[in-house]
Nanobody, 120 residues
């Protein structure tokens, strides 16, 4: 199983980015999908969560500029970031809970990150 993230890059403050992360491989279904970020020299922290039914959740400190969504048919999760700030600079990682065709649950499965750099 692979999780491949796309959409990072260098953006000016105030700009907009849409990250995507697609899952492939032996996946029967995906439960929760999440985005985390890890700024330089800091720990990785949760940015957003979306359930299989589309219910979203964000840390209070990040509500308003981040929008998580998903396309179950494409096994893809998205993260839109509006009004980017230099402090949004980080490596953004996707993370999922999935079930394979044997019915085995794999929780907190990580993808590779995508770098987001916001210039002031």
């Amino acid at each position: 199983v692979q999780l491949q993230a796309f959409g990072g890059g260098l953006v000016q403050a105030g700009g907009f980015l849409r990250l995507s992360c697609s899952a492939s491989g032996s996946i029967f279904s995906i439960n929760a999908m999440r985005w985390y970020r890890q700024p330089p020299g800091n720990e990785r922290k949760l940015v957003a969560t979306i359930s299989s039914g589309g219910r979203t959740n964000y840390p209070d400190s990040l509500k308003g500029r981040f929008t998580i969504s998903r396309d179950n048919a494409k096994k893809t999760v998205y993260l839109q970031i509006h009004s980017l700030k230099p402090e949004d600079t980080a490596v953004y990682y996707c993370n999922v809970d999935y079930i394979d065709y044997r019915g085995t649950l794999y929780a907190n499965y990580w993808g590779q990150g995508t770098q987001v750099t916001v210039s002031s």
